[in-house]
C-alpha cells in the first residue's frame, strides 16, 4: 500500500517568508509525527498527534513554528518568518498508535536563502 | 529519556558479519530498545526492535543482556546496500521518537 508521502519535496523560500509543508500519513494511522533533520545529524522531535490534536508539541522550537491536523489524517506543519537557520529536512512519520513502529515519508527540503 | 552512546563510523567489507553496540545506561524499566536505518534523501525505517534477550527477523538480530545497558545490532552477511545511517534509540516508543547521530556504516567490496 502506500506510504507516507510529503510535498513538496523541495522549497527553497526567502527569508522572511511563510510556508507551509504538508503529509499525508499512511490510512487509518491515528499518530502522526513531525522531526528536523540537519545535516548529519539525527532527526529531531518537533511535534506529535493522536487524532486531530497535538499530544505534545514540546520540540517546536518557537511561536513561529505551528502544525495541523484538522480532520485527523493529513497534516500541515506551518512556519511563519523564515530564518536560515530553519534550511533543514522536515520528515513525517505515522504509526498506528499503539505500536512503537514509526513509518516515515522521504522529508521534505526546506532551503531558506 | 535515557541517552544512547553508539561508534560514529564503522567499515565493513560485504559478506561479512556487523556488529554495533549502543550503550544506554540510564535505561528504564518500561524502555524499548529500537533500531532505525537511514540511506540517503530518505527516511529513517524500522529495522528491530527488543525488550530483553534476543530478536531476530529476516534482516537483523539484537542481543540485549540481561542488565539491558547496552545492545548489539547485528547485520548477517552485509552487502554493499547495506550502507547507511543506523540508529539506537531507547524509550517506551509510544510517542516521540529521540535519535542520537547514529553509526554511519560504509560496506566496501
Known amino acids: 500500500g502506500a506510504g507516507v508521502s510529503q510535498t513538496p519535496s523541495n522549497k527553497v523560500t526567502e527569508k522572511g517568508k511563510y510556508v507551509e509543508l504538508r503529509c499525508d500519513p499512511i490510512?487509518?494511522?491515528?499518530?502522526l509525527y513531525w522531526y528536523r533533520q540537519s545535516l548529519g545529524q539525527g532527526p529531531e522531535f518537533l511535534i506529535y498527534f493522536q487524532g486531530t490534536g497535538a499530544a505534545d508539541d514540546s520540540g517546536l522550537p518557537n511561536d513561529r513554528f505551528f502544525a495541523v491536523r484538522p480532520e485527523g489524517s493529513v497534516s500541515t506543519l506551518k512556519i511563519q518568518r523564515t530564518e536560515r537557520g530553519d534550511s533543514a529536512v522536515y520528515l513525517c512519520?505515522?504509526?498506528?498508535?499503539?505500536?512503537?513502529?514509526?513509518?516515515f515519508g522521504p522529508g521534505t527540503r526546506l532551503t531558506v536563502t | 529519556l535515557a541517552k544512547t552512546t553508539q561508534p560514529i563510523s564503522m567499515d565493513s567489507y560485504e559478506g561479512q558479519e556487523v556488529n554495533i553496540t549502543c550503550s544506554h545506561n540510564?535505561?528504564?524499566?518500561?524502555?524499548?530498545i529500537t533500531w532505525y536505518q537511514q540511506f540517503p534523501s530518505q527516511g529513517p525505517r524500522f529495522i528491530i526492535q527488543g525488550y530483553k534477550t534476543k530478536v531476530t527477523n529476516e534482516v537483523a538480530s539484537l542481543f540485549i543482556p540481561a542488565d539491558r545497558k547496552s545492545s548489539t545490532l547485528s547485520l548477517p552477511r552485509v552487502s554493499l546496500s547495506d550502507t547507511a545511517v543506523y540508529y539506537c534509540?531507547?524509550?517506551?516508543?509510544?510517542?516521540?521518537?529521540?535519535f542520537g547521530a547514529g553509526t554511519r556504516l560504509a560496506v566496501h567490496p
Open positions: 540510564n535505561i528504564a524499566t518500561n524502555d524499548y
Open positions: 534509540l531507547v524509550g517506551e516508543g509510544y510517542n516521540k521518537l529521540i
Open positions: 490510512s487509518g494511522h491515528t499518530a
Open positions: 512519520a505515522s504509526s498506528p498508535g499503539t505500536v512503537h513502529e514509526q513509518y
